[in-house]
């Protein structure tokens, strides 16, 4: 891995212009690339890297998923699955940085996939990548905002009693409401100028790390009864009520939790063309955010597990909290020590207002990528979306972002398992997107790929290869069933949900796509 210097070697024209060096690497090479400047570049390093590191948001990935992590595998998944899924994401994260510090445009990994698989299978490989990319990020954002509705539901059950107490339970209805409302807030937020947003992202990325320092010392501290050490690092949980009891299946299940929290840093790369100096740190806004959550998540991850010290209880749904563990994590840690939980459910906004800010960023990213698939006329009417207003705001691919986000959590108030099917291309249809354009690198370009101010160096090929089968591997473990017999209700419907993506996408090409869709289209003279 290297930063490579202008007076070591010469990467682009752009970086050096009759001895002189530009002033924004990140802007002429985006005009080399053919596109004009349409958004305003007024984003800093720190701002790059806080929008992908508040959309992997550990506390918004760990608190909502704590429970799977607890039910398959416990302590033991929790603690080491989560350094496993960290080492693995941070290799496809390596790759996808290398090639963002070579093409830093908004459209990212469908841009990618269209330069490195070469002109014959340059459209196809925009198009797939594209449209599995984008439904990825709209399902995160309907995941995050959807498991947002959920904790305000049971800070409001837990401030009104709790379950046993006469507490206050939201119907479906009252959810998707708060859903829609979380969502129309984020489209507000969004409308602003990049400066304001550039602001709140910084904002978020703090609350984010000071809310798990913060959290991952007093919960611990706090709780009356604590578990030690050889249980947090040691216990294995094998008792559920799912009919598995093989310890390598139950493992690989708990992954999900790790998995589907470190993702979302393609933010990075769709921020770019924003991004001052963008060749430069979009690379390091993808590796920093990564490597800071891996670190951070885990010593939340630890500091939680040392207040647990009855696993069946707290995934118990007649438990005060419904069964949300962490919540009741958080309210029997106060309520032991102070006689009430209101300490408890303070902590648990913390957890709120970092998911809300998880959300916020979730629908720049989204905006940005809408915005460039349709620049390149990937999308229906998308001379709509890809205009932007006085502020240099996609403002249509914002509320578009928003409305689409809605519309996915619909499901829920039919079947829940409808629901889950829906969002879990959040994290295998992204991961697929993420694969893409590092297949297409370390295969059809592995000569001819020419590296940015970031690279791997001679490691390039084989962290792209390790990243690729790390991405068909959990495609295949998460598509397994997560309960036995299998029934309409605890059918694993992964696989379907992501197998009717690609048949979409793919018959679309087939039947209209490939007849007009030609990959990404430069709009200025090179």
């Known amino acids: 891995m290297a930063w490579r210097r202008d007076e070591e070697q010469m990467i682009f024209p752009s970086q050096v212009q009759n001895g002189v060096k530009q002033l924004d690497t990140g802007l002429t090479r985006l005009q080399e690339l053919g596109y004009k400047q349409e958004l305003k570049r ?7 890297f806080a929008f992908s590191f508040s959309i992997i948001s550990v506390l918004t990935g760990i608190t909502t998923l704590y429970n799977t992590g607890l039910n398959y595998g416990g302590p033991v998944v929790l603690v080491y699955g989560w350094l496993i899924a960290g080492v693995f994401s941070m290799l496809v ?15 990212g990994l469908y841009y990618w996939s269209a330069k490195l698989a070469g002109p014959n299978w340059a459209p196809f490989a925009s198009w797939i990548t594209g449209w599995f990319n984008i439904a990825g990020q709209w399902a995160v954002t309907t995941s995050v905002d959807f498991s947002l509705a959920q904790l305000i539901e049971v800070i409001i059950l837990l401030s009104t009693g709790g379950k046993n107490g006469g507490g206050y339970v939201a119907s479906k209805y009252v959810i998707i409401g708060l859903h829609g409302g979380i969502l129309f807030l984020h489209a507000l937020i969004n409308s602003l100028p990049i400066s304001f947003l550039s602001l709140f992202g910084q904002v978020a990325a703090a609350w984010n790390l000071v809310g798990v320092f913060v959290l991952m010392i007093l919960i611990p501290m706090v709780a009356k009864e604590t578990a030690s050490p050889k249980f947090v690092f040691t216990f294995f949980n094998s008792d559920n009520v799912d009919g598995i009891s093989s310890k390598p299946y139950i493992f690989v299940l708990g992954l999900l939790m790790s998995q589907y929290t470190l993702s979302g840093y393609d933010a990075s790369a769709h921020m770019t063309e924003e991004t001052k100096s963008a060749d430069k740190n979009g690379p390091k806004g993808i590796i920093s955010a990564i490597g800071i959550s891996i670190i951070v998540g885990w010593g939340y991850l630890l500091g939680i597990t040392f207040a647990v010290t009855n696993i069946p209880y707290l995934l118990n749904t007649d438990n005060d909290a419904g069964g949300y563990a962490i919540a009741e994590i958080f309210y029997l840690a106060f309520k032991s020590r102070y006689s009430n939980g209101t300490g408890g459910i303070i902590c648990l906004g913390v957890v709120a207002v970092a998911i809300f800010f998880c959300g916020m960023s979730s629908i720049t990213s989204n905006s940005r990528m809408v915005y460039a698939f349709s620049r390149d006329g990937a999308m229906p009417w998308s001379s709509v979306w890809h205009k932007v207003n006085k502020h240099e705001v996609p403002l249509n691919a914002v509320w578009l972002s928003a409305l689409v986000a809605f519309c996915m959590a619909l499901p829920s108030l039919g079947s829940l398992v409808a629901f889950q099917a829906m969002v879990s291309i959040a994290t295998i249809g992204l991961y ?7 297949f297409f690198r370390v295969t059809l370009a592995h000569k001819s790929f020419i590296p940015g101010p970031f690279n791997l160096g001679r490691y390039g090929l084989l962290v792209g290869w390790i990243a690729v089968l790390w991405v068909m591997t959990i495609t295949v473990l998460f598509s397994l069933p997560v309960s036995y017999p299998v029934t309409d209700q605890t059918l694993n419907y992964t696989p379907v949900a992501v197998g009717c993506l690609f048949v979409l ?17 430069t709009n200025i003279d090179t």
């Open 42 to 48: 007024d984003l800093s390093v720190i701002s790059n």
């Open 93 to 107: 994260g390596l790759s996808m940085a290398e090639i963002c510090s070579s093409y830093p445009t908004s459209g």
């Open 432 to 438: 697929i997107s993420y694969a893409l354009p590092i």
């Open 505 to 521: 996408t793919v018959s679309s090409w087939i039947l209209s796509a490939r007849h007009w869709f030609k990959g990404p289209t």
